[in-house]
């Protein structure tokens, strides 16, 4: 997957979890929780800070951080992925692993919500190092993960080759094979057909579902994907697939526009044979900038790359009536207070991108079962899940005539909130 860096604001893992706070703070405030639960909701349940050392291939010694926070298990054991990216803070981790926890309980899937990182950048490092890397990384969070605890899965920079590394790691430790303690493993490994494409398919699903309310069709629309990775990558294909026409990608190579529509399918191949698995080179188009990718004059914008990339400070430029959030926190809260004011209807990032963990959550199943299912059988439970959330989601934004962002925060608050008081407080 490829590492973005793009303009952004000074500390965007910060303004993440803020984003994340008010989002939670707004919900309770609508739903008249108590005081106390929603304190609790604030934090996170457990967080784990770990030192990483590694040797690396010329023999000298690195030593890297690493977390792994556990927002909610109110509802299940903790889901969420693990990132390796050069900017992976505390804050960071925080605020995703509480966008995990609403994310599950809006599509009502019996998980809570957790996340994990890494402060690395792993183009710097040899594939063995990142082996090694991931391996002391496993060990390191091992007595607080597993099964019926927490969950991971890929996030931003890692894959089913990171989750293999996982499994053998928590299946040479405990001596059992090991592969339900994670997602998104390759299939081969014990993982779900569908799991890496299911993000993407998702946000083309709610994207298709927001055009069709809207009784556009996809013929006529014209859309922008920021970011090439698992996510950007198989939502503009499926797009694309289902008649519309995308105008320009990017990744961290710059962007690509075409008003004529890019041939997906040629720009998946060309970054599959880049030795940088990017779009540097890819011809046959004109190259704008990340800037002007968001500025795209289009029917949708979908930044499916990294938070924070539509701010106070560019969101003036930005045209599209429509966001679908591909990413974890593209948008941050300043920016989607004005874009709200501005009547863009943005379909939330724990909606719209939640098509990975449903699937994650069929692969635990899968994989606690020994038993796998086909992909269609994937494709149609995927499709049953989102268009449940979302119908659900867009029922409370009439009810409570809120933005749909509000709204899905306001039914995944409530189902937590929900859990925890039936559960009652221990002791
Ligand atoms: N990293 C993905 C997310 O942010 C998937 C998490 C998972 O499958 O557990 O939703």
Redesign the pocket.
Known sequence: MAVLQMPSPTNPGHELLQSALAQLDRAAKALGLDAGLHRYLRQAERTLIVALPVTCDDGHLEVFTGYRVQHSTARGPG???IRFHQSVTLDEISGLAML?TF?CAVTDLPLGGAKGGVAVDPRRLSRNEVQRLTKRYTAAILPIIGPEQDIP???VNTDEQTMAWIVDTVTMMTGKHSPEVV??KPVDLGGSRGRTEA?GRGVAFVTLEVLRRQGTRPDATRVAVQGFGNVGSVTAKALAQAGCKIVAISDVSGGYASAAGIDIERAIEHARRNAQRTLEGFGGVSRISNAELLASDVDVLIPAALEGQITGENVSEIRAPIIVEGA?GPVTAEADRMLADRGVLIVPDILA?AG??VV?YFEWVQSRAQFYWELEEVETRLEIYMRRAMELVLAKAKAYDCPPREAAFIVAVDRVASAISKRGIFP
């Open positions: 889901k969420g992925g995990m994310k899965a890929p996030d997602t998104g993000t974890n991108n990975g963990v994650s």
